[in-house]
C-alpha cells in the first residue's frame, strides 16, 4: 500500500472548486475529490497551526497533550512525569507510528517541526526532510523534494509520504512569474461595499487596517499582500493573492499526480487532501488570519480518495481532525490507541454511512481565547480574550444562512429554549473533563474558561439556557 497525504497549510474548503468555489483554484484537488469522499464539515478542535497538528499527531484534544497556543506554557507538550520511561509514549502513539506498525516507510517532507520546536510532529517518521525556510517557503520549494523522493522511492511497496505545503499562509507568496490568473475574476458577493466599510471601521491586530498584525506596511518581498485594506481594489490583491497561493500550489500538487501516474502508480496510491486550518479572509472583519475559534479559522478540508472504497460521494456529518488516526487505522485494521480521543469514520468511506458527531467543541488560545461549539446549522462562540478585536463575549451565527459570520443572533436566542439548549448541555459534557484535565496541568492562558466552566457545573442541571441567571452569563477575564 502507498499513502499520499497533503497537509496544506492555511487552506479554506470554500476556496476550493471542489467545495463550490466559483474560481478555478484547485483542478487538481477537484479531480481526487470526485474520485473519492469529501467530508464537508471536517474542524480541527485546536486552532490555528501548532495546536491543530499537535491534536492531529497525538490523536488527542489540546486538553490532554497540552498544547493549545504557539508560547510559553500554552506551547508545552504535557509531561508523562515520574511515570515516563526511556522513550515518551507519544513516540509510539503518534499518527505516523501508525502506519509503521502497519509495515509501511514513513516520510515527512516539511518544516514544521522546526518551526514550532516540535518533536511531537516528527515522532513516528522514518525520514525527516526540513524545506529549511520555517514555513516561509514556496511550493518550488517543496515540489522538487516531493518528486526528488518518489522517484527514488515511489516503485517500493509500503510507504507515507506526508507533504506539507504553504502557499496560503500569510504573507501570500506566490511568485510574480506566475501571474494573477484571476484579475478578472468577480470578488466575493458578500463583500458588499457596506459590508467593507463595516470591516474598515473595525480594530484590532488583522483587521483590515492593520493586515500585517500589528501595522500597515507592503513589504516589497511580498507583493500580493496589502498592508491595508482601503478600497476594493486593496481587497482583490487580498483575495486574488490568497486564491493565487492556493492555485499556484494546486498546480504543484499535479506535478506529484503526474509524477505516479507517469510511473502507472496513481490508481492504486491512497490520497488524503487535508489542512492544519482556514483562513479569515472578512470573516469577523479579519483578514489573512486564522485566529479565532470560528468557521472559517477551524473548518478544513477532507478529502480521501482509497481505492477501493466509496468514490465520488460527499459526507456533511461533523467530524473532528483527529478522528484521522482512528479511522485509518480501522481501515488498514489496526487498533486505535487507547489514549486518542477521536472516533473512526472509516464507514463513510467504505459504504458511505453516518459516522458523525452531534456536536464538535473547538478551541482557539493562540491568537485569542475563545472555546466554540459547532452544531447542526449552529456556531456558538464564547470569548474571554479577544485579542484586542472588540468581539462580543458571545457570539451565536446559523450558518447555513450566514456561512461568513455576519450577523450575531446571540442576543436574539440567549434566553430562548432552542438552540441554547444543547450549547449548555455541551458545554456540561465537556466541562468537567477540561476543568480536570487543566487543573492537572496548568496552562494560564485559558483559566478564565476554567473558572466559568466551574460555575456551570456547580449550578443543577437545567434544560436550556433560558433557566441560568443573568449572573452565570457574566465571564470575567
Given amino acids: 500500500m502507498r499513502v499520499l497525504l497533503l497537509d496544506l497549510d492555511s487552506t479554506r474548503p470554500d476556496h476550493l472548486g471542489c467545495y463550490g468555489y466559483a474560481r478555478n483554484t484547485s483542478p487538481n484537488i477537484d479531480r481526487i475529490a470526485a474520485q473519492g469522499v469529501r467530508f464537508d464539515n471536517f474542524y480541527t478542535s485546536d486552532a490555528p497551526c501548532f495546536p491543530s497538528r499537535t491534536a492531529l499527531m497525538t490523536g488527542e484534544f489540546g486538553i490532554h497533550n497540552g ?6 506554557t500554552a506551547s508545552e507538550i504535557r509531561s508523562e512525569g515520574a511515570a515516563r520511561d526511556f522513550c515518551d509514549q507519544r513516540t509510539a502513539n503518534s499518527f505516523p ?24 510532529f516528527y515522532a513516528g517518521f522514518n525520514e525527516i526532510h526540513n524545506t529549511g525556510q520555517k514555513g516561509h517557503e514556496s511550493a518550488q520549494e517543496v515540489t522538487p523534494v516531493v518528486l526528488n523522493w518518489l522517484e527514488r522511492n515511489a516503485d517500493q511497496d509500503d510507504w507515507m509520504l506526508y507533504v506539507n505545503y504553504w502557499d496560503p499562509h500569510t504573507p501570500y507568496r506566490a511568485p510574480a512569474s506566475f501571474g494573477n490568473p484571476f484579475k478578472d475574476e468577480p470578488l466575493p458577493e458578500w463583500i458588499t461595499d457596506e459590508v467593507l466599510r463595516t470591516h474598515m471601521s473595525k480594530v484590532g491586530p488583522h483587521s483590515a487596517s492593520e493586515i500585517n498584525m500589528y501595522d500597515s506596511e507592503i513589504s516589497p518581498e511580498y507583493p500580493r499582500y496589502p498592508g491595508e485594506i482601503r478600497s476594493r481594489e486593496d481587497l482583490r490583491m487580498m483575495i486574488d493573492g490568497y486564491d493565487c497561493g492556493v492555485r499556484y500550489m494546486d498546480d504543484n500538487i499535479g506535478k506529484i499526480f503526474e509524477l505516479l501516474e507517469s510511473k502507472g502508480l496513481m490508481d492504486d496510491t491512497v490520497v488524503i487532501i487535508t489542512a492544519d486550518h482556514g483562513e479569515n479572509l472578512g470573516e469577523l472583519g479579519i483578514y489573512g488570519e486564522h485566529g479565532t475559534a470560528d468557521h472559517a479559522t477551524c473548518r478544513v478540508p477532507m478529502i480521501i480518495r482509497w481505492p477501493g472504497m466509496q468514490a465520488g460521494i460527499v459526507d456533511t456529518d461533523l467530524h473532528y481532525q483527529l478522528d484521522l488516526p482512528p479511522t485509518v487505522a480501522d481501515l488498514l485494521g489496526k487498533s486505535p490507541q487507547a489514549s486518542w480521543d477521536g472516533t473512526s469514520f472509516a464507514g463513510t468511506v467504505r459504504t458511505g454511512e453516518n459516522t458523525g458527531r452531534d456536536y464538535l467543541v473547538l478551541s482557539q488560545c493562540a491568537h485569542v481565547c475563545q472555546r466554540s461549539v459547532r452544531f447542526g446549522d449552529w456556531l456558538y462562540i464564547r470569548t474571554y480574550h479577544d485579542g484586542y478585536h472588540l468581539f462580543d463575549k458571545e457570539m451565536l451565527y446559523n450558518l447555513s444562512e450566514d456561512p461568513y459570520e455576519q450577523a450575531n443572533l446571540a442576543a436574539e436566542h440567549i434566553f430562548r429554549q432552542c438552540p441554547f439548549r444543547v450549547i449548555r448541555t455541551t458545554f456540561l459534557h465537556y466541562g468537567p473533563q477540561w476543568v480536570d484535565t487543566m487543573r492537572h496541568g496548568g496552562h494560564h492562558i485559558v483559566m478564565p474558561l476554567i473558572q466559568q466552566i466551574d460555575r456551570f457545573t456547580e449550578m443543577p442541571f437545567r434544560s436550556s439556557f433560558a433557566d441560568i441567571p443573568v449572573k452565570w452569563l457574566q465571564i470575567k477575564r
Fill in 67 to 72: 498544547v493549545v497556543g504557539h508560547g510559553g
Fill in 97 to 120: 507510528y501508525l502506519f509503521r506498525k502497519a509495515g509501511m516507510h514513513t516520510a515527512l517532507v516539511s518544516p514544521f517541526g522546526e518551526r514550532h520546536s516540535a518533536w511531537t
